[in-house]
Structure formats: structure tokens, C-alpha cells
């Protein structure tokens, strides 16, 4: 009686009738109905996603152990080591910035080599990762993927509440001052976690939609927060009327030297490499998105053009921004998360301000949805699907991973220092050796 019930349960949790324990309609490859993304829905893909809050403090780490804005922006896939106003010593120094192109070099070709199973074949990472590691030995890798996305979906849900306390606050300034009901131990405040939950609530109808139907909302999220970046750009710009303390002198602001010889060698290296392994998680799932491709190569648009011009354009928009707020605002910190810049922008503009907050702050949500459900939770799912596809298909592995996301309190790896930066860490301790 018990084994009856138990196989009846077993069947009705079944994804389909055809799904076995090897396979579902999301594992095998996608049949051309659903293969419809063209060159121009991977371009947008790709604004949409790299342009995001993290990238817009990308080179802030760079700066804090002392690097000139330059070799920070070497380190963050830069093809320059010097500022535009000093562009003719990169004639003079032609045996380094090459050097400095590699990290750019090394993840545009693996983006391309990592894709190119999924837009030939049109099959996921999962199922090509088969071929190395075998249909049960993949599980190993497998199971690294989906906690690497859990915990990404967590931190990246996280800077989108942040732009939802924007947004709200925005409207209602009296919400950036609610009552703080939590504990000194929580490591958030009781309008970051309301905010929070708003950010995961809204995303979670969207794992209803299949990957292929994310073109439209891919086009519009891309399209907004472009505008929105240059706007942000732009506006400090004119507003400060010059690029700011913090381009040609970081080491005034941070209040440490400039690093020199080996140490600044070895310094430039480690944040190259750092880089590349930044983005090493995002070069394994390419083939979960090519394999969507209308024709195999369309995915190489958005991978070799785009994502060097978002990355090296989010670096330099935030790195000028930032330093126009340090004139305008010196009374703040460093305001190199674009949630904090635009509290601030709202705080010292006035009331007039307050629309345009809002947008800014809607545009970077969009982002951060684009970013959390495409990138975390849809690559979650797919792995998940492969791990049991009897059971699980891209929508209730996204609904799981989400889950998850929660579960690992991203506040508390956002909010403790030695938790979310291991690289700053090391620079303050590097400082400590110099010294």
C-alpha cells in the first residue's frame, strides 16, 4: 500500500510523461520553435546583464590598494593603463598594455569557445559537460554550479532590493527612516529587508516564461538603463564640471601610496586574474543561452563586442561618477555603490531630484532582474533540470534556486567585511606589509 502511494507521488511530480532520469524537453536539444534568438535579442541580452550595479563599482577594489584609475581599469579589462589626458604614454609603453589586454582577450575567446556547443548543437552546459565527466560524474560539477547560483541569486536579489529602497524612497522619502526592528547582529535594516523581499516577490512570475520569450523584456531593460547610466554620467559631469579628485589623485582620497616596482606588478596581475576568475562562472554557462541561437554564431555578437564595451564602459562611468560625487558631496563616503549615490543625489538635490532618482533607480531594477533571473536563476534551473530530470524542469529549478537565494542571507555576506571582500582584505594587509 505504502510502495503504491509512494510511485503514484513519484508519478505525479513527474515533469512528463517522456522525462526520465537522464533527460526532459529542457535537457535535449531545443527543437527550431524554441531556437529564437537572433543577433540583435543576444546584443540586447548582454546590455541588459553587464550593465549592472556590480560592474559599476568594478574598479573600486583596484583603487582602494593603490592604483592609479589607469592600471585599475587594466585590471578590469582595460586596454589602457594611463588617463586620457596622458593617452600619449601608451605609445610609450607598448610592452605593457598588451599585457593588460589579455584579461579581455582570455574571457571574449573563452565566452566564444564555451558557447559555441550550445549554439551548434543547442544543448546546455549540463549535457555537454557529459562528455568530460561522464552522465554521473557531471552531477559533482553539477552540484558546484547550483550553489555557485544560489549564492549569486541571494547577493545580486540583494542589490536589486537596494534599488526598490530607492525607488520607494523615492516616493515616500519617510522610508529610508523607518524603524530599525532588527538586531545589531542581522547585518540589515527592517526597510532593506521589506525592500528586498518586494525585489524577490517581483521576480519570481517571470521564471514562468521560457528563456525564449525573454527577448522583449531583454530589448526594454537594456534600452532603460543604458539611458540611464549615461544620464547619471553625464549629469554628475556637467554638475561638477570637471572628472574629480578621486581620477587623477586616488591616493589622496583613500589616503595611501601609490604602489611601484614588483608590488605594483604583481598587484596588477593578481587583479587581472581576479577579474578573468570573476567571470569564470559566467564563461561555463554560455552554451545555456547559445544554445537559443536562431543560427549557430548569432551568440558571438553579443559575447565578443558588447560584453568588453559594457564592462570597460561600466568601469569608466563609475569610476567618473563616483569621483564627481567626491567634489560634490565631500561630506559623504565614497559613493561607489550606485544605490548610495543616488540616496545621496536625492538627499542633496532637493525634491526635484526625486523623479529622477526614481527612474534611475527603476532602469538598475530592471537590470537586476534581467541579471538575477537570466543569469542566476534560469542557469540554476538548467542545471538542476540536468541533475533530476525526471522531476525538475527550468521553472521549478529556478523556483528552487530563488529559495535557496534566501536561505544563504546575502545581507550577511554583503554586510561582513571579511565575508565580501577577500581581495580588499588582502590589499589593506599588502598596505600593512609596504608600510
Known amino acids: 500500500m505504502r510502495h503504491s502511494i509512494l510511485t503514484s507521488l513519484a508519478k505525479a511530480l513527474e515533469v512528463s510523461p517522456d522525462a526520465s532520469p537522464y533527460q526532459n524537453e529542457d535537457v535535449l536539444p531545443l527543437p527550431p520553435s524554441r531556437r529564437t534568438w537572433s543577433k540583435k535579442v543576444f546584443v540586447f541580452f548582454w546590455l541588459a546583464t553587464a550593465i549592472n550595479i556590480a560592474e559599476w563599482s568594478g574598479a573600486s577594489t583596484a583603487l582602494a590598494i593603490g592604483l592609479t584609475v589607469g592600471q585599475a581599469l587594466a585590471g578590469n579589462y582595460s586596454l589602457f593603463q594611463k588617463s586620457w589626458g596622458e593617452a600619449y ?31 551548434k548543437w543547442h544543448i546546455p552546459f549540463a549535457v555537454i559537460n557529459r562528455t568530460g565527466w561522464g552522465i554521473r ?3 559533482f560539477t553539477l552540484c558546484n554550479r547550483i550553489i555557485l547560483s544560489c549564492c549569486w541569486y541571494g547577493v545580486q536579489g540583494w542589490y536589486g532590493g537596494q534599488m526598490v529602497k530607492i525607488m520607494i524612497g523615492a516616493i515616500w522619502p519617510s522610508f529610508y527612516n523607518m524603524k530599525n526592528t532588527f538586531g545589531p ?14 525585489f524577490w516577490t517581483i521576480s519570481l512570475p517571470i521564471f514562468l516564461l521560457r528563456p525564449e520569450q525573454y527577448r522583449i523584456p531583454a530589448i526594454a531593460s537594456s534600452v532603460l538603463v543604458t539611458i540611464a547610466a549615461f544620464a547619471i554620467f553625464i ?36 587583479m587581472i586574474t581576479s577579474g578573468i576568475g570573476g567571470w569564470a562562472g559566467g564563461i561555463l554557462y554560455q ?15 553579443g559575447q565578443i563586442f558588447i560584453i568588453p564595451i559594457c564592462l570597460f564602459g561600466s568601469n569608466i562611468l563609475g569610476i567618473i561618477t563616483t569621483s564627481c560625487a567626491r567634489g560634490l558631496y565631500p561630506e559623504e563616503p565614497l559613493l561607489w555603490k550606485l544605490y548610495d549615490l543616488l540616496q545621496a543625489i536625492q538627499m542633496h538635490e532637493g525634491k526635484g531630484a526625486r523623479a529622477a532618482v ?53 545581507w550577511k555576506i554583503l554586510n561582513v567585511s571579511s565575508w565580501l571582500y577577500p581581495r580588499l582584505s588582502w590589499a589593506l594587509n599588502l598596505q600593512k606589509d609596504r608600510k
Open 89 to 119: 604614454d601608451i605609445i610609450l609603453h607598448i610592452p605593457s598594455w598588451p599585457v593588460n589586454a589579455i584579461s579581455t582577450i582570455i574571457i571574449c575567446l573563452a565566452l566564444v569557445l564555451s558557447g559555441h556547443g550550445g549554439g
Open 287 to 301: 552554451s545555456d543561452f547559445s544554445r537559443y541561437a536562431v543560427q549557430p554564431g548569432d551568440q558571438i555578437w
Open 358 to 410: 526614481f527612474f534611475a533607480a527603476f532602469a538598475f531594477f530592471l537590470s537586476q532582474i534581467s541579471v538575477n533571473v537570466v543569469a542566476c536563476g534560469v542557469v540554476g534551473g538548467m542545471d538542476l533540470a540536468a541533475l533530476l530530470p525526471r522531476f525538475i524542469d527550468i521553472r521549478r529549478g529556478s523556483f528552487i534556486i530563488a529559495i535557496i537565494g534566501i536561505c544563504i542571507n546575502p
Open 137 to 139: 560524474g557531471a552531477w
Open 235 to 270: 549629469w554628475a559631469l556637467a554638475k561638477q564640471g570637471d572628472i574629480g579628485p578621486l581620477w587623477k589623485h586616488p591616493e589622496d582620497v583613500y589616503g595611501i601610496g601609490r604602489l611601484s616596482g614588483s608590488t605594483l606588478s604583481w598587484t596588477m596581475m593578481r
Open 185 to 198: 547582529n542581522a547585518f540589515m535594516k527592517t526597510n532593506e529587508f521589506i525592500a528586498f523581499i518586494i
